[in-house]
């Protein structure tokens, strides 16, 4: 196509939009930080309800990550390599986080597990304390991670084909030995694609968990709370402090994505 | 869900009417409709300039779009906040007003119809375009009958998704739209304060019809993508 004017329109459009909108509040987060002053981010930073709050999402990511990753293979695999009645309502529902408010999601399980709810009451019986605690928190940060690893091994499944896990079959190679030796192998990349994007989920979840968490300092805190505890303090440089910590992350996961994606042809 | 279904069909409308939550529902829908289009537009732009046109620093520009995805959303918000907010060192005051609403969201959502329109731009044969112009037909004829069709259910698809998204954001926006009642107050944090403030009949009544709007996207984009592979397969 001939380099026109009409080239260069499209092209400073779309940078234009991408600067004003992504790339100057992004590196504005950079300034404010310095402007505030580092000290009083790193204070922030190293405030020990702020190291909770970070532990406490690791501890999220700990627990979600593993169960979506097996539970994206699995679904995956059935989604792609067998045929079952209801199919199409469990693709259906994996997809289903992905379109949800994550506030109705954590709204959900706030009445699920309430004083009032289905669970709340036998919970309560046994001593368990679910809601405000980390178990609710878990069961919000494995809802709104559900689709991730799913959505990256489905497609390859396909792509792959099950030729080779045929071979394997007729080669005398039990189910298990397949899925280890051959189906595995085959979509790894995805499957890591799948747990980076998890992660980057889990650590940036807000909405679903600061309903159930109960937003107690130093107690069940993430770290995108105490983003906003601080914020709401009005202490400024904290806030700023904090984002730019969880900035930094996100920061190293879109790198790990972008070494990820090339390995699986450019889509 | 079950609550608002206990509460009775009466106890329902009457919990979705309240003026406050139809003028958080209506706030929502208008404002995604908004973020959605603006998505449309701008999506299908940078699709277009990462697929077709070459630049130096394309490579980075293609990684930075993923960057709302790996982000936490209420950091969005503040960064929004920073440059556009009280202190914005460009002199523009958004904050707490629908504007700023509408910027951060298109923040947020920007990756989805651009990476929905992206492969399907790289499938697209350019011989046929090329075709067409030997044909002596006009850029914009050559766009309008020949790329948009093809990239149409690619559009779409992404826009539905940015739409529920959008819909359901809450992070980013807690801190820039300041909440105010019948001006700034999306219908998630409607639900959000409802629900912390034990009013559970109010916060479930919208989280039904919030349910109801995400059901309807992901019905239409397994309808599109029905429709495509069978134009497929045609």
């Known amino acids: ?267 | 869900m079950w609550e608002s279904r206990a509460e009775g069909l009466h106890g329902f409308w009457e919990a979705v009417t309240q003026p406050e939550a139809v003028a958080a529902l209506k706030l929502t829908l208008g404002i995604s409709a908004i973020v959605a289009l603006i998505n449309a537009f701008f999506g299908t732009i940078i699709a277009w300039t990462l697929v077709r046109d070459e630049f130096r620093g394309k490579s980075v520009v293609n990684a930075v779009i993923d960057l709302p995805f790996a982000l936490p959303t209420i950091v969005a918000g503040l960064l929004i906040l920073a440059l556009y907010g009280p202190h914005s060192p460009v002199g523009v005051h958004l904050a707490f007003t629908r504007s700023a609403i509408v910027l951060v969201l298109c923040f947020v959502s920007l990756p989805f119809v651009v990476r929905t329109v992206q492969p399907v731009l790289y499938e697209l044969d350019e011989q046929m375009e090329e075709a067409a112009r030997s044909l002596g037909a006009r850029e914009h004829k050559v766009f309008s009958r020949i790329v948009l069709p093809s990239i149409l259910p690619g559009i779409l698809s992404g826009v539905a998704m940015a739409f529920a998204r959008v819909v359901g954001e809450i992070g980013s926006i807690v801190i820039i739209s300041g909440n105010l009642p019948f001006k700034t107050e999306m219908a998630s944090v409607y639900v959000f304060n409802q629900g912390q403030n034990g009013n559970s009949a109010a916060a479930s009544a919208v989280a039904v019809v919030m349910l109801s709007v995400s059901f309807a996207v992901l019905l239409f984009i397994g309808g599109i993508r029905r429709l495509a592979t069978r134009h497929e397969r045609a």
């Open chain 1, 1 to 267: 196509m001939p380099r026109t004017w009409r080239t260069y329109a499209v092209r400073f459009t779309a940078l234009g939009y991408l600067l004003v909108v992504l790339v100057a509040p992004l590196s504005m987060l950079f300034w404010r930080v310095w402007v505030e002053g580092i000290d009083k981010a790193w204070a922030a930073i190293t405030d020990p309800d702020t190291i909770h709050a970070f532990k406490i999402t690791l501890i999220l990511c700990a627990i979600a990550v593993p169960l979506n990753t097996v539970f994206g293979i699995v679904c995956g695999l059935a989604i792609v390599r067998r045929r079952f009645p209801g199919k199409g309502l469990v693709n259906a529902f994996v997809d289903l986080p992905l379109a949800l408010s994550p506030v109705v999601v954590g709204f959900s399980l706030y009445l699920l597990y309430g004083r009032t709810g289905w669970f709340g009451p036998w919970f309560t019986e046994h001593g368990i304390q679910v809601l405000f605690a980390l178990p609710a928190m878990v069961l919000a940060t494995i809802f709104v991670s559900v689709p991730f690893v799913a959505r990256e091994v489905v497609p390859t499944l396909r792509e792959v084909g099950n030729e080779q896990e045929q071979a394997a079959y007729t080669l005398g190679a039990s189910s298990w030995q397949t899925f280890w030796r051959v189906t595995l192998p085959s979509i790894r990349w995805a499957v890591i694609y799948g747990v980076v994007v998890t992660t980057a989920r889990c650590l940036g979840e807000y909405g679903a968990v600061a309903i159930v968490s109960g937003n107690i300092s130093g107690k069940t805190e993430t770290a995108t709370l105490r983003v906003q505890d601080y914020y709401e303090n009005l202490d400024q440089a904290g806030a700023y402090g904090v984002a730019l910590m969880l900035c930094v992350l996100a920061i190293a996961v879109l790198v790990v994505m972008t070494k990820l994606k090339p390995k699986e042809g450019v889509a």
